[in-house]
């Protein structure tokens, strides 16, 4: 087994600066990882993390097929702390409520690369979980690249988990509560419902109870901002492909 997740570590790596190459036109391919990372971040961060998602992807897709099997759940740890990625090396907890495992640590030295780097392994570990497993999903919860105090993922089963999300801290609920509430005073039909917290990011849906109903997202937006100037939101509806 060490030898076969060893081979995964470097074609893993490889598929890692093929992405970074794939933006980056005046590549040597000598450059070192790290310093491939940084200018393709620099160059294109959105085409550089879609990439090392796809090019992860496929090439756990690939490794699964090519053995006969899928790791399950309980096989993640020991075979990702063998990856030699700093992002997978940490605490592992089973979650009580589902079958699902939290990784937890300090951050890593992938932060001295700035807080896009935590974007690029975020995506990379993403790609690989799923094809490694066939289903396993990944979620980052808390960055300390990204002025977080520890780093905090997600790995689970149910699409629609509480766990796509980390949880909103609980001195942000009253603040939370007060602007739904004025919401469903401005507009009764809206429904909006704050569903988590990631990497210092507020998700939230606006719910609409019948074709036609006023959206409230301004005003939501205004009454968060109103308490948290600088918190960055995020509105997660599903959109009709037919809206506009």
Request: charged share 30%; glycine share 10%; net charge negative.
């Amino acid at each position: 087994m060490d030898e076969v997740l060893h081979d995964l570590s470097q074609r893993w790596e490889r598929a890692r600066r093929a992405a970074c190459r794939a933006v980056l036109a005046d590549s040597t391919g000598d450059e070192t990882h790290d310093d491939l990372v940084a200018r393709a971040l620099a160059a294109d961060p959105e085409a550089t993390c879609r990439g090392v998602f796809d090019n992860s992807l496929k090439l756990a897709t690939g490794f699964a097929r090519h053995y006969g099997t899928e790791l399950p759940l309980d096989a993640l740890p020991e075979a990702l702390g063998a990856l030699g990625v700093p992002c997978l090396l940490g605490r592992y907890t089973r979650v009580d409520d589902e079958p699902a495992l939290r990784l937890e640590r300090d951050g890593c030295a992938a932060r001295a690369l700035g807080p896009l780097a935590c974007d690029f392994y975020r995506e990379a570990i993403a790609g690989l979980v799923l094809g490694l497993t066939g289903g396993v999903l990944h979620a980052r919860h808390a960055c300390a690249g990204k002025a977080g105090d520890r780093c905090v993922d997600a790995l689970f089963l149910d699409p629609e988990s509480d766990l796509r999300f980390g949880p909103i801290p609980d001195e942000m609920k009253p603040v939370l509560e007060g602007v739904a509430k004025l919401a469903r005073t401005f507009n009764a039909r809206a429904d909006v419902a704050f569903v988590g917290f990631s990497e210092g990011v507020l998700y939230y849906r606006e719910r609409a109870a019948e074709p036609g109903t006023i959206s409230v997202r301004s005003l939501v937006e205004r009454g968060v901002r109103r308490r948290y100037p600088d918190l960055p939101l995020r509105e997660i509806s599903p959109r009709s492909v037919l809206t506009g």
